[in-house]
C-alpha cells in the first residue's frame, strides 16, 4: 500500500473520532495486509499523528477523543509490525517517574534535542518499562496530554508533536520491526522471468525510494558534451534533501561505511573489527526489505550456486560486496563496495561513485563540484529534468574530474544493492533492459565486471534512451 493510500486510509478512521473494537481489528488487518517494511514504520506512525492534526478542532471533547483515535492507531501499528524488546520484569521501573517526566515535557509543549536525549536516556535506564507496562507507558503519553490541550489549535498541534517525540523513543528504545518477509505477488518460480523483467518488478518493490519535488530537489540547469571543458552549473545539483530519511535503518545503515575507506587506490584498506560489524549491519539492514529478498529469491531461480538459506546468502554478499582485493599498487587496496558506492581516485581520475546519497552528502561538504549533466545521446531523447531518477552528469570529486558517470536518484540502497547483485548472478557483462519510473521510460544498461569470480569489480548503468 503505497503512502498516499495509508494518508487517506488514516482521514477515513478519523473522520467520526471513533474507533471501535471492530474497527481496530481492521486497522491490524490493513497493516498486516500491506505488510510494512521497517524502513516505513517510523514514516507511518507519525503520519498518524501528521493526519491526526488535521481533525484538531475547537472542541475539547473532540480533541479529546481525537487523541484516543491516534493512539489506537499507533497501538495497531506496535501490534502488527513490531515486538518489544524490553525484560519481562524491571523492579526499578516507576510509574511516577514516567508520569513525572510526561508532565515536565509537556509543561512548555516542546521536545528540545537535549529533553530528546534525556527521553532516551529515561527508557533505556532504571525505568525501561517491563513487558506488562509498555502499554500503559505508551497509553499514558496520551492519556495525560489531555490535561493540556489548549484552546487554540497551534498549541494542540505542538502538543501532538510532543506526544509523537516520547513514541518515537520508546519505540526506538524499546521495540524492534518483527522480521520483515516479502508477500508481493511474484511468482515463486522465477526460472521463466526475464532479468529485463525482473529489473521493472525490483523498480516496483522499492518502497523506500525518494519522491522528487517532495523528499529531495535537484537543479540539473545545464547540459554539455562530456568533452566541454566549461563547467555548465553554478549552482549544486541537490537544493534540498528530507534529511530525515536518513534515519531510515537501510539510509542509517548505509551512511554508517562511507567513511570506511582510503579513497586513492594503492594504499592498503585497514578494516578494523568495527567496520566489519558496520558491513554485517548493512547487510542485515538490507535482507529486511522487499527489493533484496526479491533478488534472493531470483537470484536463487537463476543460479545454482547461490544458497537458498538466507545467513549464508548474506556471507556470499559480503564476500562479493566487502571481500578486499587489489585494485593499484601493492596491497589490498579496493571493494566492490568502495568502487560503486563510495568511489575512488585511481591515477589522477575518478573511478567508480555511482551513488547519490553520498555524491549528496560530499556536495554538502563542498568536495564535489557539479559541472552540468550530459546531453543526451539522441535529439529524440526526453529532455533531463529535477524529476528523472536517473542522471548523467559530469562534476570534480576533491578537484578531480569525472567526465560521465550515470546515478540513480532517489532510490533506496537495498535498490541498488540488488539491482547490481542481479545482474552478477543472473545477468551478463551488459544486461539492456526498459525501466518505466512512473514519470520516464529509461533504456539503461546495466555493466557488471567481475574480480576474479565472486567479486564485484565494478557495476554501474548507462543511458542509452530516455522517454517521457
Request: net charge negative; with cysteine; glycine share 6%.
Amino acid at each position: 500500500m503505497s503512502g498516499k493510500v495509508f494518508e487517506s486510509y488514516f482521514r477515513e478512521i478519523y473522520s467520526d473520532l471513533s474507533v471501535t473494537a471492530e474497527e481496530s481489528d481492521a486497522i491490524k488487518d490493513k497493516l498486516e495486509e500491506s505488510n510494512i517494511p521497517p524502513d516505513k514504520l517510523v514514516w507511518l506512525r507519525s503520519s498518524a499523528f501528521r493526519i491526526g492534526c488535521q481533525y484538531l478542532s475547537d472542541d475539547n471533547d473532540s480533541n479529546i477523543n481525537l487523541l484516543k483515535c491516534i493512539n489506537r492507531v499507533v497501538h495497531a501499528i506496535e501490534d502488527t509490525c513490531m515486538g518489544p524488546t524490553v525484560e519481562a520484569e524491571n523492579e526499578s521501573f516507576s510509574e511516577e517517574a514516567v508520569e513525572e517526566l510526561y508532565r515536565t515535557l509537556f509543561t512548555d509543549l516542546v521536545v528540545d534535542s537535549e529533553e530528546n536525549q534525556e527521553l532516551f536516556e529515561f527508557f533505556r535506564g532504571d525505568n525501561r518499562p517491563p513487558e506488562d507496562k509498555f502499554v500503559w507507558t505508551r497509553a499514558s503519553a496520551f492519556r495525560m496530554g489531555v490535561e493540556f490541550l489548549g484552546e487554540d489549535r497551534d498549541t494542540n498541534v505542538s502538543l501532538l508533536k510532543c506526544i509523537n517525540s516520547i513514541v518515537h523513543a520508546l519505540e526506538m528504545t524499546c521495540m524492534k520491526p518483527k522480521p520483515y518477509e516479502l508477500k508481493a505477488d511474484i511468482p515463486e518460480d522465477m526460472s521463466d522471468m526475464s532479468l529485463a523483467e525482473a529489473l521493472q518488478t525490483l523498480w516496483d518493490l522499492d518502497l523506500n525510494r525518494l519522491t522528487p519535488g517532495e523528499d529531495y530537489q535537484i537543479n540539473v540547469q545545464e547540459g554539455k558534451k562530456a568533452y566541454w571543458k566549461e563547467d555548465k552549473a553554478e549552482d549544486p545539483l541537490f537544493t534540498f534533501v528530507d534529511r530525515s530519511a536518513f534515519r531510515r535503518p537501510t539510509y542509517k545503515a548505509f551512511i554508517a561505511l562511507l567513511d570506511n575507506y582510503t579513497a586513492e587506490t594503492g594504499v592498503r584498506e585497514a578494516v578494523t573489527y568495527e567496520e566489519r560489524k558496520e558491513n554485517w549491519s548493512f547487510l542485515r539492514a538490507i535482507m529486511e526489505s522487499g527489493p533484496m529478498q526479491f533478488c534472493h529469491k531470483y537470484c536463487m531461480s537463476k543460479n545454482p550456486d547461490v544458497p537458498s538459506d538466507r545467513d549464508e546468502f548474506m556471507k556470499m554478499l559480503n564476500n562479493m560486496w566487502f571481500g578486499i582485493y587489489r585494485r593499484g599498487g601493492s596491497g589490498g587496496d579496493s571493494s566492490g563496495f568502495e568502487h560503486v558506492f563510495a568511489g575512488e581516485l585511481k591515477n589522477g581520475k575518478v573511478s567508480g561513485f555511482h551513488n547519490w546519497v553520498y555524491y549528496y552528502l560530499e556536495e554538502k561538504k563542498g568536495n564535489v563540484d557539479y559541472r552540468g549533466y550530459i546531453y543526451p545521446r539522441s535529439y529524440s531523447d526526453a529532455e533531463t529534468n529535477a524529476n528523472d531518477h536517473v542522471l548523467t552528469l559530469q562534476f570534480e570529486w576533491q578537484g578531480v574530474l569525472k567526465n560521465v558517470g550515470t546515478s540513480f536518484i532517489g532510490v533506496s540502497p537495498e535498490f541498488e544493492m540488488a539491482l547490481y547483485t542481479m545482474c552478477f548472478f543472473a545477468g551478463e557483462k551488459e544486461n539492456i533492459f526498459d525501466l518505466d519510473t512512473g514519470s520516464d521510460v529509461f533504456k539503461l544498461n546495466c555493466k557488471v565486471y567481475t574480480m576474479g569470480s565472486d567479486k564485484i569489480g565494478t557495476s554501474y548503468v548507462e543511458t542509452m534512451g530516455h522517454e517521457d
